[in-house]
């Protein structure tokens, strides 16, 4: 069987690195930009540090900005009518994975009509053409959408979550400047930080993991555990530390794929609107201790990774601990809340356990579990 790993034509990283988004587009022959960027960003003149940059170039965009941030099919289908209307030859994201999700799926259906059901594309659709060519810009360090082949777009009518994965989605140009997460408010920073470290123990065990993977989830536990703190208190090296740790957990986790704490996360971001990364900070630990029997020395790894001491003495129950224990402290130490007390109501416990059984990462846990299961695990954090 052979290992498949997709990963940007190109990406540039460090303070400063937009700049080089005109060259990209110059250097690539486009025309015209359409620019997906979430009002908030706009409001506050994220957005406009990128649109400067074009600006100064010469570069003509529009700006398409109808994207909340659990983007929704209406959101995708009125970015495809405005992408039509626009004459662009490229999309440039700029925001979190609201931004860029939505951008994935404008750029799909434009190259795919198709796929115009936007309901089509969730799990693995058969496109046969790749996206209109995206730059992503994040403004968070978290999703690490910029680098996966992965998209997420909300079913409103149907309160669920669509993942979708196709390799025509994603970007030709990553640009990861941490000068672009600076003005992220704590809250922001510490959710979008969980979100990330989820993905790099999620990926780390994952059932499709391998040499390759594990490579990249290790070293990106290693950073996130590092820096998460720092960025959170916007230090620049921990703002720097969480742009590149972010981005290397995307590098792994979009080509092995995830477990239930992604599938128990996306329904509450559904029905409750919960964002994304404080849901699955909540869920992480206590999925942790359910898959840790199937995960063999696994987590002495994670611990280890997180700066826990004396792991190689301590007995596989005990280096599994370490690690849970590790991952909660940082967790209350960023201020996260430890429980869904706040956020789930226990009518829908059926409901989101359904959801979560059927959702597309759920197959990739390490160890099997069932409807009852996951709701005997959202019932523990009530």
């Not at 810009?137 to 196709?166: L, S």
């Not at 990249?216 to 530390?241: D, F, Q, S, W, Y």
């Not at 290397?248 to 092995?256: L, Q, R």
């Not at 869904?340 to 160890?367: M, Q």
Request: hydrophobic residues 40%.
């Amino acid at each position: 069987m052979a290992n498949r790993f997709v990963l940007n034509e190109t990406s540039y990283h460090g303070a400063g690195a937009i700049k080089e988004i005109a060259n990209e587009v110059k250097g690539r022959g486009f025309k015209k930009a359409f620019v997906c960027s979430d009002p908030d960003l706009i409001k506050f003149n994220v957005t406009k540090k990128v649109t400067d940059v074009l600006d100064g170039a010469g570069i003509d965009y529009e700006i398409y900005s109808n994207i909340k941030p659990n983007p929704t099919i209406e959101n995708v289908q009125t970015g495809v009518e405005s992408f039509k209307k626009s004459g662009a030859d490229c999309i440039i994201a700029i925001g979190g994975g609201s931004s860029m999700d939505t951008a994935k799926a404008i750029g799909i259906v434009i190259e795919n009509p198709e796929f115009a059901d936007i309901r089509s594309l969730e799990g693995v659709a058969p496109t046969k053409k790749k996206a209109v060519p995206i730059i992503a810009v994040p403004t968070t360090a978290g999703t690490a959408a910029e680098v996966t082949i992965n998209y997420v777009i909300t079913d409103a009518e149907k309160n669920r979550k669509m993942v979708c994965v196709d390799v025509h989605d994603i970007p030709v140009v990553a640009v990861v400047d941490p000068d672009m997460m600076s003005s992220m408010p704590k809250g922001l920073t510490a959710a979008t930080g969980m979100d990330a470290l989820t993905h790099a123990i999620e990926g780390y065990i994952t059932a499709g993991a391998w040499e390759l993977s594990d490579m990249l989830h290790l070293k990106a536990i290693e950073v996130i555990a590092k820096n998460l703190r720092g960025a959170v208190n916007n230090t620049p090296e921990g703002r720097e530390g969480m742009a590149l740790g972010q981005y290397i957990a995307g590098m792994g986790f979009s080509n092995v794929g995830l477990g239930i704490v992604h599938s128990m996360a996306h329904p509450l971001g559904a029905l409750y609107d919960t964002p994304h990364g404080i849901a699955n900070a909540i869920i992480l630990p206590t999925v942790m201790e359910y898959n840790a029997p199937a995960t063999g020395e696994k987590y002495r790894d994670i611990a280890k990774a997180m700066g826990v001491k004396g792991v190689d003495e301590m007995s596989l129950d005990d280096a599994r601990k370490a690690a849970i224990d590790a991952v909660k402290q940082l967790s209350m130490d960023v201020g996260i809340p430890a429980d869904l007390k706040e956020i789930v109501k226990e009518e829908d416990l059926d409901f989101l356990s359904e959801s979560a059984y059927a959702d597309a990462c759920r197959p990739g846990n390490p160890r099997e579990t069932s409807v009852a299961e996951i709701k005997e695990l959202y019932k523990s954090l009530l």
